[in-house]
Each structure stands twice: as C-alpha cells, then as structure tokens.
C-alpha cells in the first residue's frame, strides 16, 4: 500500500457529464501530481500542486479539466462535459519537496465515458 | 517539448532469460526514474540516477544513466515470473519544474 488514496476506483458516466475525482496523498507529502494513463502508454502528465499552488499545468490539458488542492492536503480533478476520450486511467502521485524525489502512486480512478 | 522514447515496446523472454529496455529523452535530463507497474497495477519506483554515466545495481536488476543525461537502460540477468510487468523510464528535464515524463514503457512477459 503506497498510502496515496484515490477515490472512486471505477467510474462510469454518460458523454456530456460532468465527474470529480479525489485524491488523498501521503500525509507530509507537499507535491501532488495528475497524471493520465490511457492502455499500452506511459503516464501522462496533467498538473502539479506544491501545497495548494498549482505550479503547472500540461499545454495539452483541456480547459475542460480543473484541479484544485485548496488546502494543501487533498485535491480534486474534475472533468466538465466528458467525452469519449477521456475514457482513461486517472493517477495522482505525491512526493516530497527535493529535486527528483520519488513520486508514489494511488491505485488510479478508471473513468469509462460512454 | 521534452520526449521520453523506450523501446522495445514488448519483450517475451524466457525465464532465466536477461532482459534490457533502453530510454532515450529529446532533451538533457536532471535525472531519469524507473518504474514498475504490474498488470492492473499503478506504477511503483524502483530506483532514481542524477549522475552522469551513474551505474546503480539492485540485486538482478542494473540501471545505468548515460554519460550525456539523455539516455539510460534497465537491465535484468536471469529473469523471474515475478519480473513480468511494464517497465517504464521517468525524466525530469534539466531546469524545468519537477513534472516527470514518462516514456510509452516495456511491457515484460516472462514465459515459465
């Protein structure tokens, strides 16, 4: 158990919905990241918390997704009118401040949009 | 933007087989990650090189970090039905901010 939760596990939605996503990191981690994992790819990065700043956020991140840490514990992602290709794994990571800490991993959100 | 290619995609040996994916970043790295990701499984670290030409060793598995920072390699001696997952190289660019770009990862299938 790597201590980064992630809830839910599995979401279903119907195309046009809107879905939020939570993520629990470990504790006294300050960085909190997104990522986006869809089958046969590497994660793919979507955006990164220092405490509650949102320090950066991939070009390719539609304006359709939003995250929010705002208090620097928990964050949330959430996606406004999904679409098909979204369909993907959602995987938050935290870490500690420090130049290429290790980042663990939660268990991810599977989202299916149909 | 910053690229992070690996290859091979898949790889089948047998067991006791050696096993070697290779990593190769568009752009000079800060460092390089690898991680492990089992099937149905989130990525795990395994291990984390900063040094130039850096060789790094845990137990059958042996990492190294080239001397440029834009490439590295994994290599497992005598694989293990218990290697079998996707292996997947991290870099953190060198003066970016502290996102990792993964490269599409290894998929290891090891055959009993």
Redesign the interface.
């Known amino acids: 158990d790597t201590g980064v939760s992630q809830d839910p596990r599995h979401k279903i939605t119907k195309r046009g919905q809107n879905v939020t996503f939570r993520c629990d990191p470990i504790s006294e981690h300050n960085r909190l990241y997104w990522y986006r994992q869809t089958l046969g790819q590497g994660p793919e990065f979507l955006t990164y918390f220092q405490n509650e700043a949102q320090l950066e956020k991939s070009r390719l991140l539609s304006n359709r997704f939003s995250a929010e840490r705002p208090k620097g514990s928990f964050s949330t992602l959430e996606i406004q009118r999904t679409e098909q290709g979204d369909s993907a794994m959602y995987l938050c990571a935290s870490s500690l401040v420090g130049e290429g800490t290790e980042a663990f991993f939660g268990q991810g959100t599977r989202l299916t949009v149909v | ?1 910053q690229q ?1 290619m ?1 290859i091979p ?1 898949y790889q089948h040996v047998q067991e006791g087989e050696d096993f070697t994916t290779y990593c190769n970043s568009s752009t000079t790295l ?2 390089i ?1 690898w991680y492990k990701q089992r099937p149905g ?5 395994l291990i ?1 090189l ?1 040094k130039s030409g850096e060789v790094k060793k845990q137990k059958r598995l042996t990492f190294q970090f080239g001397e440029a920072k834009k490439n590295s390699s994994l290599h497992i001696t005598a694989t293990q039905t218990t290697d079998v997952g996707t292996y ?1 190289c ?1 870099g ?1 660019r060198s003066g970016s ?9 290894t ?1 290891l299938t090891v055959l009993p």
């Open positions: 933007g992070v690996q995609q800060s460092n990650q499984g989130h990525p795990v670290f984390q900063v997947f991290a953190v901010a502290r996102q990792l770009t993964f490269g599409s990862g998929q």
